[in-house]
């Protein structure tokens, strides 16, 4: 039998009843149905203001609803990341989120002597599940992929990695079925905490 995986579910959609929250759930139920620990949280269940007003000038003391995701970042082992594709990117809120929690610290620290950085999250992995209602080419060939500024400046950052996409797209008219079969591609990931 494997060891227990402790995942941690960010739901980064500042929509409760979006197709996002949805699959979040379902990866959450299907997880917890294998006996993985799970913890979750959802964007619109965090109250924090979004802007850094001195930039990282000054240390901007952090909500509660921010240390709380930090101490999950920490505690788990694999992050879920699930988010809606908007404008080519993630949205704002969730972009504020990381901007206001990925601190020297936490995250990182860079080295007082010479180049480079310590990443604080090493050893964790994490899946980002993405949704679009444009076609994956499209938003590709016209703008680069959605998650990589997330995946490259912000996780990989932090030492987080593998780093897994699952990118569902063209979701705005989709029929019942196509639901259905992400729904279902969705909680196999979750089964195995990939």
């Not at 090493?122 to 959605?146: A, D, E, L, M, V």
Request: charged share 25%; glycine share 8%.
């Amino acid at each position: 039998m494997k060891a227990c995986k402790k995942i941690f579910i960010l739901v980064g959609d500042p929509n409760t009843e979006s197709l996002c929250s949805l699959l979040a759930r379902e990866y959450e139920s299907s997880a917890r149905s294998k006996g993985f620990e799970v913890r979750y949280t959802h964007l619109a269940d965090v109250s924090f203001d979004p802007i850094l007003h001195k930039g990282y000038r000054v240390v901007q003391t952090l909500e509660p609803g921010l240390k709380k995701i930090q101490e999950d970042m920490i505690w788990a082992d694999h992050l879920v990341i699930c988010y809606p594709v908007w404008w080519a990117s993630t949205p704002s809120l969730l972009k504020a989120l990381f901007d206001r929690i990925w601190v020297p610290g936490f995250a990182f620290h860079f080295k007082k002597k010479g180049l480079g950085w310590l990443k604080y999250l090493s050893g964790r992995s994490c899946r980002i599940i993405q949704t679009s209602g444009s076609s994956w080419w499209f938003i590709f060939t016209k703008f680069g992929n959605p998650s990589r500024i997330l995946r490259k400046a912000i996780l990989e950052f932090a030492g987080i990695k593998p780093i897994k996409v699952s990118w569902f797209d063209s979701v705005n008219k989709a029929s019942s079925d196509k639901i259905e079969r992400i729904k279902k591609a969705v909680r196999e990931l979750g089964a195995g905490g990939l």
